[in-house]
């Protein structure tokens, strides 16, 4: 190890590594910022703990960004920590990384040499995939380096990418109920029950016809479906998902038409699926997603996708001045944070004079 002052306070620190395959010795030379000596000599202590503990145990397995974005990948399917479509989108974005930034070592890492590797990169896909691509990188490298692979957090210093979100086309109330007029579709009851209730796709999918309570029109949602995977989960998206929500009297008779007509199968009545393929197992996405686009052309409204509907319903809720938590028990969002990317913005200021007038008015 040496530190050698360059002026202009910069320092030039050298680790010796050992040797190389070759023969040749490794050093890593790192350009050090600081105005006094004591603060290069805490850097270079600082590397040559990092390249000590890197030389030995399983931490030399990772030893590039390819190999760490894996490793962080396996690490959050092996504990659980993501769901199996968010594991599958992670993989999806890491084989986008791998040409681009997997061979770079993680010894030297700077956010520099990865902003540069990803300069001009994915311009073919969308802004917000690409953003998303981004966030993944970061995320991984930010485990890496509380896992002591990095020897510094790079990921503060890697920018993403910004993306202007457009603003949801949601439907107004008149809209909604136009839309629940369309009854002669094969999935009706599916997009009526999303129009009701505001509730994901993926919980009305799930429901059993043990969840729901003929006699106190209530539903229970605590199961939920991967709709493009086929898949019954036992689990809601987050704890607050789970939640009971009160049915109308004409939904509720739907519900009873669609029971006395179900056939006979080999699981217990009330283990199954409210709504399955004709093949028995759970719906599909697209097949609920055709019904709707028809249903929307035949009232002769604007194609919306199936989450708009959940957008639409709990923006009208709010503009109709039910409460927040009211809203927050039908959504089964976690608080207000989570739930206000939902209120879309559709009512109109009043000026200060008027609203002074009509409060004296009153």
Do not use: C
Request: glycine share 6%; aromatic share 8%; hydrophobic share 35%.
């Amino acid at each position: 190890m040496s530190i050698k002052y360059l002026g202009d306070n910069k320092w030039k620190i050298t680790i010796h590594k050992g040797r190389k395959p070759d023969g040749k010795q490794d050093r890593y030379y790192e350009t050090f910022h600081a105005p006094r000596k004591s603060l290069a000599q805490a850097r270079e202590k600082e590397l040559k703990q990092f390249f000590d503990k890197n030389k030995y145990g399983p931490r030399a397995k990772v030893s590039t960004i390819g190999e760490l974005l894996f490793f962080w990948w396996n690490n959050l399917k092996d504990l659980g920590i993501a769901q199996e479509r968010t594991l599958e989108t992670y993989y999806g974005h890491i084989k986008k990384l791998l040409p681009v930034v997997g061979d770079i070592k993680l010894y030297a890492l700077t956010a520099f040499e990865i902003q540069e590797a990803l300069k001009g990169q994915y311009p073919d896909i969308s802004p917000r995939t690409r953003k998303n691509i981004y966030s993944t990188l970061r995320s991984a490298l930010r485990s890496g380096f509380s896992w002591g692979l990095t020897p510094v957090d790079v990921s503060t210093g890697i920018k993403i990418p910004k993306v202007e979100i457009p603003e949801k086309l949601i439907l107004d109330f008149e809209q909604l109920q136009l839309l629940l007029e369309q009854t002669k579709y094969k999935h009706y009851l599916i997009v009526r029950m999303l129009t009701v209730t505001g509730a994901r796709l993926s919980e009305i999918l799930g429901l059993r016809w043990t969840d729901i309570n003929f006699e106190t029109g209530e539903i229970s949602i605590i199961k939920t479906v991967d709709s493009r995977n086929r898949k019954v989960k036992d689990r809601t998206k987050t704890k607050a998902s789970k939640r009971r929500i009160i049915l109308d009297i004409e939904t509720l008779d739907y519900l009873q038409a669609k029971r006395q007509s179900v056939k006979i199968v080999s699981l217990r009545e009330d283990e199954r699926l409210v709504f399955v393929a004709d093949d028995g197992r759970p719906m599909r996405h697209r097949a609920v997603e055709l019904t709707l686009h028809r249903m929307l052309k035949s009232a002769g409204l604007p194609q919306i996708g199936i989450h708009n509907l959940r957008h639409s319903v709990l923006t009208n809720m709010n503009d109709i001045g039910i409460s927040i938590a009211d809203i927050i028990a039908l959504s089964g969002h976690a608080d207000i944070t989570s739930l206000l990317p939902y209120l879309h913005q559709t009512k109109t200021g009043l000026n200060l004079i008027d609203t002074i007038k009509k409060q004296t008015n009153r």
